[in-house]
């Protein structure tokens, strides 16, 4: 690859992280699980370089001590805090951006979804959602995570009339959102 590539990671305040396992895991173990598989993936990156996008100031300083790269965006909202990254990275000389999420605890690597000409769209497990995304950062794409934001990234992609490929990863495909995802980690 001759583009400059980055990762992309939207992390959410750790003590308000995975709050759909209240009651499966107390405040303190969600917070622990939230920065354990963020740092998974952090770890997957390599060697790209990696941009923490989050609106927190114990994410910040957790974030910087690992060696990566910081923004702020200017108002919440997880749709919001990845196009604002990825603008922030297009300033930056940045041509291609892997939106990874920070709940991949089997993520291994990330730099190979970056292998193709055009929109690369990994599904989770569930074909209904999009753990890791790689785009143009000059394309306009806008990003539409939530309840069957796979469908609707790639309504996007064809919007703006670009390639893109679905890449099937079992380990980028495995999120952990509910209880029922915690098996992952049993392994």
């Given amino acids: 690859m001759t583009e400059s590539v980055a990762v992309l990671?939207?992390?959410k305040g750790f003590g308000s992280a995975k709050?759909?396992?209240?009651?499966?895991?107390?405040?303190?173990?969600?917070a622990d699980l939230a920065r354990r598989m963020a740092e998974v993936v952090i770890d997957a990156a390599a060697p790209l370089p990696v941009t923490v996008t989050c609106d927190d100031n114990e994410v910040e300083t957790w974030a910087r001590s690992r060696g990566v790269n910081v923004v702020r965006p200017d108002r919440p909202g997880l749709n919001h805090a990845v196009e604002f990254g990825v603008a922030v990275l297009a300033e930056r000389g940045v041509d291609t951006v892997v939106v990874a999420h920070a709940d991949l605890p089997r993520a291994t690597r990330l730099d190979h979804c970056a292998a193709f000409d055009g929109?690369?769209?990994?599904p989770?497990?569930?074909?209904?959602?999009?753990?890791?995304?790689?785009?143009?950062?000059?394309?306009?794409?806008?990003?539409?995570?939530?309840?069957g934001s796979f469908a609707a990234h790639v309504a996007e992609a064809e919007r703006l009339g670009l390639p893109w490929r679905?890449?099937?990863?079992?380990?980028?495909?495995?999120?952990?959102d509910g209880p029922e995802d915690l098996v992952v980690l049993e392994d």
């Fill in 124 to 147: 989770d497990r569930h074909h209904d959602g999009t753990p890791v995304a790689v785009v143009p950062t000059r394309a306009g794409f806008r990003f539409a995570y939530g309840p």
């Fill in 9 to 11: 990671i939207p992390v």
């Fill in 166 to 176: 679905s890449l099937l990863d079992p380990d980028l495909a495995w999120d952990v």
């Fill in 119 to 122: 929109i690369t769209l990994v």
């Fill in 19 to 30: 709050e759909r396992l209240v009651g499966t895991l107390d405040d303190e173990a969600r």
